[in-house]
């Protein structure tokens, strides 16, 4: 099973796992922990991974996409909103986009939120 791991915390936590996951790469050792994303404050969590994101993002894990148009027809959806979606969730990380379409192509999204 593939896992997304969003984390919303400070600069010096993500610092800190990046740090340990270059010092596992320089011995030689592999991360079996899924792909990370952080986002510094909840708000930021909040303005891209909406209901109709997520909504998109499921979607998305069930039935990739070749493009944007035929995405909006399934989920019968405007084109401009969904393309403005894709967009949103593609430059944070939580969609790819190959030659073959679109992907969200995890199992899960585990999320951290630091005190």
């Known amino acids: ?44 969590l909040a303005a891209v991974l909406t209901a109709k994101r997520l909504e998109l993002l499921r979607h998305l894990h069930r039935n990739p996409s070749v493009s944007i148009a035929a995405l909006a027809r399934d989920l019968g959806r405007d084109y401009r909103r969904v393309h403005d979606d894709v967009e949103i969730l593609t430059n944070a990380g939580l969609i790819d986009r190959t030659p073959d379409g679109l992907h969200a192509d995890y199992d899960s999204i585990q999320t951290t939120i630091a005190m």
């Open 1 to 44: 099973m593939s896992k997304l791991n969003v984390h919303v915390e400070g600069w010096d936590a993500v610092a800190a796992r990046v740090t340990e996951a270059w010092h596992q790469a320089e011995r030689g050792e592999t991360a079996d922990g899924g792909h990370h994303l952080s986002f510094t404050a909840w708000e930021r």
